[in-house]
């Protein structure tokens, strides 16, 4: 059975702990912790209840109450109030003077651990972050180990493919829930019966029925507030279930899974498990669907019935790409040695149709393997993802493989002629890139053009007084944690905040904190033009600059 049961006390003998002691609330320290999160705003009076999850084991300095214990006790009750695990205090001598007697008696009385770490542990909060949620995801990983052996022998048994209701059951009646999934317009798809829960005295249709309004009332036309949803239906008997719920991509459209469970300890990590196999199963189902289709296409080609050929390929959602890949016209194995064969009418027209397309796919007009890198160029000014898509299409006809090698893509090339310039731009930049862009796949032109201008900024650097600091970012010197976070926002996952949280292991409101704060010390906003410029060079310089 799912059971995750993480407590203070097992985070405190993660390594970044190590030098940590509790100064009070030990008979806490059976708390169940279910994330790590900074607490930024410690005023009471502008903690809203959104700032504070159950279960989430909190780091802060109380810099902003340092000096008023009322405000400290005051802060002590609200976490409690909002069930959070414990608080982890930094810097205490420093930055907090000390904690007071009234503030300890408090946390003891409410059974609330507080946490102080001693000057010979880590400086810095995202070393306690990183080994807490890495623990905690391992131990979530552990607990879970029985859905993975489900979904496993699900998506690896032919028996039991192309039946989702098989799976539905079969984790309704571990877990103890009820499994619906609604299509885009939160009409029923699939269900499990409700002999899993409670009994409500009602039948699984009118239950079913029942959840989905209520669902549809909340959520019809809304854009998700997160990935993972967890809401509350109260049943008219009292009963009090808790939901579950996500979108889940497809193709073209989407659909949504809800978990009904009186549990309350279903996670993240059990839920994006469960949609990720869901996910693949349609799409797999998906593409068994079109090649059981496929003698139908191939007959409408080689009867001229372009009319109908077109309505197959709309209905079963296939490109013209996808049909010229998967069709090599060939009217038998002895004919490939007469070419004129295959240039008979309706060979010529049916080849025609199926590689109409073709003529258009992107292909660079030049490639090589230089000095470690791929560098692939094209005539054309292409999206990113158009760009990377036909790079790994093209490497892949090649039989080569860009993983491990970085991987340069050079649009617009307008001549033949500016072939070398390309090469020499990318040969005078490729040193730099992986500094710059530890993350990214594959650099295209804007990337390439940024990186000229931050290798110009270094070569004038070197040859003046200039200072090996960007003093842009001087006001931000003595907190590496708000210069990570730009970083990361404006270098990495071009403002995307989500994605920043994920790659700095930072709750998202943790996120938003610092960059108000970052407003605040710049005196501007950082993202605007023409600040961001400015911004993103130096921040582009001090990752090269870094040993």
Known sequence: ???????????LA???LKHASVAAGSKGLGRTVSAISVLETTDVDDIEPSFLTSGELLISTLTSIRYDTGKQCALLYELDKADTSGLILFYVGK??????????????????????????????????????????FQRTLNDELSLPELLIDFNASDSQYGDLGLLFNEIGRCYRGLMILLDDKYRLMCCTPNSFLTD?????????????????????????????????????????????????????????????????????????MLTQTIRSYILKREDSFHASREDDLLSALFTSNYEYCDYLASKLNISLEQ????????????????????????????????????????????YGFYQGAWILLFDKALPSSDLSYAASLFLKELNMCFTGSPLFLYDRLSSYKKIAAAYQLIDNIRDIACKV???????????????????????????????????????????????????????????????????????????????KKIQSILGYDPFSAPGISNISISLALRRILQP
Request: hydrophobic fraction near 40%; charged fraction near 20%; include cysteine.
């Open 95 to 136: 930055i907090l003077p000390g904690l007071d007697a009234d503030f300890l008696r408090i946390a003891d009385e409410l059974a609330y651990p507080i946490i102080t770490i001693s000057p010979e542990g880590p400086a810095l909060f995202t070393d306690v972050i990183h080994d807490i949620a890495n623990y905690i």
């Open 200 to 272: 409500t005295g009602l039948s699984n249709e009118t239950l079913v029925h029942n959840i989905m309004h209520w669902y549809r009332s909340l959520y019809f036309g809304k854009h998700p507030a997160s990935s993972i949803m967890t809401d509350q239906y109260r049943h008219d008997t009292g009963t009090i279930f808790t939901v579950n719920s996500c979108q889940i991509p497809l193709k073209d459209t989407s659909c949504r899974l809800l978990f009904v469970t009186e549990r309350e300890d279903i996670s993240y990590l059990f839920m994006n």
């Open 1 to 11: 059975m799912l059971r995750l049961e993480i407590q203070v006390s097992d985070c």
């Open 323 to 366: 049909i010229s890949s998967m069709w090599v016209i060939c009217p038998g194995a002895d004919d490939n040695a007469y070419p004129d064969l295959l240039l008979s009418q309706r060979t010529k027209t049916i080849l025609s149709y199926c590689l109409k397309a073709v003529a258009d796919m992107i292909r660079p007009v030049h």
């Open 437 to 515: 862009y530890p993350y990214a796949e594959y650099y295209t032109l804007s990337h390439i053009f940024f990186l000229d201008t931050c290798q110009s900024c270094l070569n004038h650097m070197a040859d003046s007084d200039f200072p090996s600091w960007p003093l842009v970012l001087e006001p931000l010197r003595d907190d590496e944690s708000l210069i990570s976070i730009l970083e990361t926002m404006i270098l990495d996952t071009q403002m995307d905040v989500k994605k920043s949280a994920g790659l700095l292991y930072l709750h998202r409101n943790t996120i938003y904190y610092r960059l």
């Open 14 to 16: 993660v390594s970044a």
